[in-house]
């Protein structure tokens, strides 16, 4: 006796701690999807999809329950027709559980076909009705009364698990009136609706708690691949705008200053030429190729002017930076610049840098904001872009390696320095990351000669 008791016990331990494992589910659940902490819960139609294999197989079963149900309801009905005097309990008992059974089958279509939602007008009318019908069922035949069961999950399911659960309880209440006037009144008869109540509202919560972190799981795992698919965009825009800016730096540094060399070259060879008129067929050929070479010098600079940052063709670099803010998705980032005199090859090596430091914060820092800020002193300014994220150690990963996007550090670093500049980075575990960018200011003299070597 005392081996069967042990048993019991031990029984009894396992199926506390089952229960209360779910019970720490469904409480998560419940915590979760409140307003105050799921900012971003899913949807009730995007829970209902995550589950769906699940939900169908649920259906199935339901359908069967209800259908084996109204079977023995519909037998007990017609042998009460037989009896006499009761002919007319047994037809009124049929009719309610014939609405009953409609009910549920155009439910069960409109559910399949989507048209259904939670806590609806449509479907609190169309419950009501079936709730009527199975009332006018159970109250003339006994065994009408276990249509409840597949009852409860309806109404769990197409009410919300609130509101749901308020509809069990007192369709719960409804079932043991109704068997205890057959039975009579008993702790056999309230203990079995009972028990078949608290396990719907326990397998409900539970579906529900499952079905929310699945949901959960493939909302983040789809904005994960949005993000991915705008740092792709990104990244290759940044790579044909790093080409293009190469290229028209080869051009300018070559080409473009070689065809102002041959200018001068040939203004001083037509200038030293003798006026005679044996010279003169010698200083028309000059004069040719210096407008050859003014039109290919032209061709050049509107060669240079198409290859300029798209950003910064309309607009000034604070408005370049505070465009690039409003653009792709990840932590906020707020610009502040005091606008200072740069040229137009510093404006786009900035601009470069501050794209490729804030798309690194985008891509790896998981920074909830980005300061972007751009000032100026009297001789030099400066662009910093700082975050708020996970920061790292700058001397465990080489610039130039491609482990966590570090290898744009590198090409950071060239453009400051073709700047006449220098790039600093500051960053430490759990503390974020600080890149700085400081470069001379070039005096009015010098960028009214800057201006006319790009136009040249």
């Known amino acids: ?47 209902v999809s995550a589950m769906a294999p699940a939900f169908r197989l649920l259906r199935a079963g339901l359908h069967v329950v209800m259908l084996v149900c109204a079977g023995i309801a519909v037998a007990a009905g017609v042998k009460l027709v037989s009896v006499p005097g009761q002919e007319v309990r047994g037809w009124l008992g049929i009719v309610g559980v014939a609405a009953f059974v409609v009910g549920w089958a155009g439910g069960a279509v409109q559910v399949e076909r989507g048209k259904i939602r939670e806590n609806t007008t449509s479907t609190v009318v169309g419950l009501s ?34 509101f749901g659960t308020i509809a069990v309880m007192a369709a719960t209440a409804c079932a043991i009136l109704f068997i205890s006037q057959r039975l009579g009144f008993s702790f056999a008869v309230v203990i079995g609706p009972v028990l078949g109540a608290s396990v719907s509202i326990m397998i409900g919560w539970a579906l529900r708690a499952v079905a929310y972190q699945a949901a959960l799981r ?17 990244q290759r ?43 003169r067929k010698t ?41 690039l803010a409003d653009v792709g998705a990840g932590p906020a980032v707020v610009v502040m610049s005091d606008d200072p005199p740069l040229t137009m090859s510093q404006q786009a090596a900035l601009l470069r840098i501050a794209q490729g430091a804030v798309g690194n914060a985008r891509q790896h820092s998981r920074a909830h904001r980005v300061l972007v800020s751009l000032e100026h002193d009297a001789d030099s300014a400066t662009l910093t872009i700082s975050d708020d994220g996970v920061g790292f150690v700058p001397g465990t990963v080489p610039e130039g390696s491609r482990g966590r996007g570090h290898f744009g550090l590198a090409l950071m670093r060239e453009r400051a320095e073709q700047m006449g500049g220098e790039l600093a980075v500051e960053s430490r575990p759990g503390q974020g990351t600080r890149i700085s960018v400081r470069i001379p200011l070039e005096s009015v003299d010098e960028q009214q000669n800057t201006a006319g070597e790009e136009e040249a």
């Open 1 to 47: 006796m005392s081996t069967w008791l042990r048993r019991g016990i031990n029984l009894s331990v396992d199926a506390l701690r089952h229960l209360r494992t779910v019970g720490r589910s469904i409480l998560v659940y419940m915590v979760e999807s409140t307003p105050s902490v799921a900012r971003s819960a899913p949807e009730p139609e995007h829970v």
């Open 129 to 162: 009705g079936m709730a009527a019908a199975w009332i006018l069922a159970a109250s003339q035949i006994f065994e009408a009364a276990y249509l409840v069961f597949p009852f409860f999950f309806a109404l769990l399911f197409l009410l919300g698990m609130r």
């Open 218 to 234: 493939e909302s983040l795992l789809q904005r994960l691949l949005d993000t991915e698919r705008e740092l792709t965009v990104t």
């Open 237 to 279: 825009e940044a790579g044909v705008q790093a080409e293009r800016a190469r290229l028209a730096g080869e051009i300018h540094d070559g080409v473009s200053q070689s065809l102002s060399s041959i200018q001068m070259l040939l203004h001083a060879a037509e200038r030293g030429l003798p006026t005679d008129d044996a010279h």
């Open 283 to 323: 200083k028309e050929y000059i004069v040719m190729a210096r407008s050859a070479a003014e039109d290919a010098q032209s061709e050049t600079r509107g060669i240079l002017r198409r290859m300029a940052p798209a950003a910064l063709s309309d607009e000034t670099l604070t408005g370049a930076l505070e465009r």
